[in-house]
């Protein structure tokens, strides 16, 4: 078990570019889930695989944001023509099927200037 | 809508001694409750869980009350360590979503010596 694990740990962009994040989940996990926070503030849902599945997408995740995960493995996290607003932290969780608890990586540090 | 709180941002407590760290919630359709603990740079970390049906979980040094009449949790560390020093989050579990947590904005312990 090695855990859950994303790339790259840290990211500085420039408003207006397009970033992409990427998760690799706990194997066994077939559930994946991304998470963004910020200053102050706990995580903050932003979207659910089950599988390959997209199952449940946060309001927060505006039209500038995909997320994929092709064959239900790792996933990757799109921001397109990011915003200064982009700036947080984002986290990715796995857990595995019949099993409330969810594990976390150690995150994608955002920086939009 | 904060349906997961933690009001009381930081915490100091001396080494040896209890550590309570509380989180009321609003939600009546949360059914399952964690706690994660975090340090800086790094994600979320996993601690101790508790169902809605029961009242107490204990795991170590690590104990969670549940009073769902109050919707109120607790979380007791005993004896502190100065290794537990770190920013704890509650965490809620929905029984009609997609299984995504719902996080307070965590509470800041400090342990000293």
């Known amino acids: 078990d090695t855990g859950v694990s994303q790339n790259p740990r840290h990211k500085i962009t420039k408003r207006g570019q397009n970033v992409t994040f990427r998760c690799d989940p706990i194997?066994?996990?077939?559930?994946l889930y991304w998470y963004r926070q910020t200053l102050g503030q706990g995580p903050e849902f932003l979207t659910y695989?089950?599988?390959?599945?997209?199952?449940?997408k946060s309001r927060l995740l505006s039209d500038r944001f995909s997320a994929e995960r092709p064959k239900g493995s790792f996933s990757t996290l799109e921001i397109q023509r990011t915003e200064q607003g982009d700036s947080a932290m984002y986290l990715c969780?796995?857990?595995?099927?019949?099993?409330?608890?969810?594990?976390f990586g150690p995150g994608t540090r955002l920086t939009v200037t | 809508d904060q349906q997961v709180k933690q009001n009381s941002p930081s915490l100091s407590v001396q080494e040896g001694r209890i550590s309570i760290l509380n989180c009321d919630y609003t939600?009546?359709?949360?059914?399952?409750f964690l706690w994660y603990k975090k340090y800086p740079a790094e994600g979320p970390t996993f601690l101790i869980s508790?169902?809605?049906?029961?009242d107490k979980n204990e795991d170590g040094r690590f104990t969670v009350f549940l009073n769902k009449s109050a919707k109120h949790l607790s979380l007791h560390i005993v004896p502190s360590q100065p290794g537990d020093s770190a920013v704890y989050f509650c965490?809620?579990?929905?029984?009609?979503?997609?299984?995504?947590?719902?996080f307070g904005t965590g509470t800041r312990l400090q342990v000293t010596l």
């Open positions: 969780a796995s857990r595995h099927r019949g099993s409330y608890e969810q594990y």
């Open positions: 194997s066994e996990h077939n559930r």
């Open positions: 695989f089950q599988n390959e599945a997209q199952l449940e």
């Open positions: 939600n009546s359709m949360f059914d399952y």
């Open positions: 508790i169902s809605s049906i029961k």
């Open positions: 965490a809620a579990h929905d029984t009609g979503t997609a299984s995504k947590l719902t």
